[in-house]
Structures are given as C-alpha cells and as structure tokens.
C-alpha cells in the first residue's frame, strides 16, 4: 500500500540554524500539505501546495518557512532561523481529498 | 476553530464495542466525514471516510443520519492496541484539515 514517507525522522538543531524537512508524498497525489503538532497541542495546519504553489498558509507559516517541490516526487519544509518555539513533529499530507499523513520528523531547537 | 465536536475522553474494555460520536452541525454540502487515529508521536492514520448513511469497511464502521449534522464511529470488539486518540474532521476538495483535541479512547483489560 503506498504510503507518505518523511525523513529525517528526528532532527536536532541549534536555534538560528536552517532546517529542512523533507515528505515523499504517494506518487499520483497532487495536493500537498504540512501540519506541525507541539507536544501535548492539537495538531495545526502550515501549508497547502497545489499545483507546484502556494494554495494556503496559516499565521504560524511566516516569511521564515518555505515550501517546494523540487523534482517532482520531494516535497520540502524548509525553516530559515529555527526557533525554540518551532520545537514540533512536523507531519507531511498528501491526497487527492483524503489527506494521507506520513511519520512525522520531530525537530527539536535547542 | 474546529468544524466539529466530539467527547474528550471515552473509556472501555477489551472485545467491547465502541461508539465515538461527533457533531458538525454546520457541515457544508460537498464536505465528506473523515476520521482519523493517531498514537503518540505518529502521524494521523485514516480510518473511514463517509458522506451520507453508513460505511464500512475492515477496521471501522461509519454511520452518518440523512440531516448528516452527527456521525457515529463504531470500533467492534476493540483491543489494547486502539488506545489512541481519534479525530472527527469534515473535509472536502483539498481543503486544510482543522483539528480538535479529539477524543482520547482508553481500553483496558
């Protein structure tokens, strides 16, 4: 059964460091999303992709995440200057309706 | 806010039958009753997925009344193993999902 797959599956970090989250999302899926969960918190939503853009992004995307799409099968996170506050599992979600999620990466900003 | 609403907790015992039911009053037309589970630390595993009437299918049953304004998941002879929390969401056409707290379901021996 295909799956969404992410990696790292844990990262660390120094806070003010750059950061890369990266999702292999099923492969004839063609809406991607992010969702991050801090620990104990709901899970929220970060962003959608559709259509090689940007669809939506909530309060917490700022102009310190981006996304991308780089070769047509990775779907990327990327966190500019990591915060403490940043600390979450970040989940990646693919579908075409039904939002299949992958592992999660825990990113940890120390 | 989330579109849905659902009891924070449910307890039961093993081999017993679980209903968790939801209410989205408000759902809009085209949206589809979705829920998930999740275990710590993983990502939210889907269940079911329904629009109207009932759905089944090898984990779960799905039972959505014609006003579809409440959904009911029905777990058969749940185990140890379904401990989790399980998500009612509406979703519909790419939309982002808006999570609640969910409803945290305890089983025990």
């Known amino acids: 059964e295909p799956e969404v797959t992410q990696t790292p599956s844990h990262q660390v970090t120094q806070m003010g460091q750059e950061v890369i989250l990266r999702c292999v999302p099923i492969?004839?899926?063609?809406?991607f999303y992010w969702y991050r969960q801090i620990l104990g918190q709901k899970v929220e939503f970060l962003v959608s992709?559709?259509?090689?853009?940007?669809?939506?992004k909530s309060e917490i995307f700022d102009d310190q995440f981006s996304v991308e799409r780089p070769d047509g099968s990775n779907f990327t996170l990327k966190i500019r200057s990591t915060k403490l506050e940043d600390s979450a599992m970040y989940f990646c979600?693919?579908?075409?309706?039904?939002?299949?999620f992958g592992p999660g990466t825990r990113l940890t900003v120390l | 806010l989330a579109k849905t609403t659902q009891p924070i907790s449910m307890d039961s015992y093993e081999g017993q039958e679980v209903n968790i039911t939801c209410s989205h009053n408000?759902?809009?037309?085209?949206?589809?009753i979705t829920w998930y589970q999740q275990f710590p630390s993983q990502g939210p595993r889907f269940i079911i997925q329904?629009?109207?009437t009932k759905v089944t299918n090898e984990v779960a049953s799905l039972f959505i009344p014609a006003d579809r304004k409440s959904s009911t998941l029905s777990l058969p002879r749940v185990s140890l193993s379904d401990t989790a929390v399980y998500y009612c969401?509406?979703?519909?056409?790419?939309?982002?999902?808006?999570f609640g707290t969910g409803t945290q379901l305890k089983v025990e021996l």
């Open positions: 329904g629009y109207k």
């Open positions: 492969s004839n899926h063609l809406y």
């Open positions: 992709f559709y259509n090689n853009e940007i669809s939506e």
């Open positions: 408000n759902i809009a037309t085209n949206d589809y």
């Open positions: 979600a693919s579908g075409p309706n039904t939002q299949y």
């Open positions: 969401l509406s979703t519909g056409g790419g939309n982002k999902l808006t």
